[in-house]
């Protein structure tokens, strides 16, 4: 909690689980990336690849920065509302993946 000291927040164990998120994090949104230019090359360049990028369940900012780097790019690009749902789907995701751990392990 906010009034947990540092020596009894910050130990090996809590470093670890840190980590562990972030290369999570890290693995989901390259997963993403490569799930996207596949859907890019099987769809023939209909589907933007950066789509995939937003699948992670950081909502909203993964689509917003996904429309970022898109505006960028092409600045008539508008994939804000597009990169809501596979967004939105990883919260989903996330809460299934969540109840099959609590399940399991609680």
Do not use: D, W
Not at 22 to 51: D, Q
């Amino acid at each position: 909690g906010a009034k947990t000291s540092a020596e009894h927040f910050l130990t090996a164990e809590t470093i670890k689980i840190i980590l562990l998120g972030l290369f999570a994090f890290g693995f989901g949104t390259i997963g993403g990336l490569l799930f996207g230019r596949l859907m890019c090359k099987l769809s023939g360049g209909k589907v933007n690849p950066l789509i995939g990028a937003a699948g992670v369940s950081a909502v909203p900012m993964a689509a917003r920065v996904v429309q970022k780097i898109g505006a960028e790019e092409r600045p008539g690009n508008y994939l804000l509302m597009h990169a809501m749902g596979p967004n939105v789907a990883g919260v989903i995701g996330s809460a299934i993946a969540a109840g099959v751990l609590l399940a399991r392990l609680g």
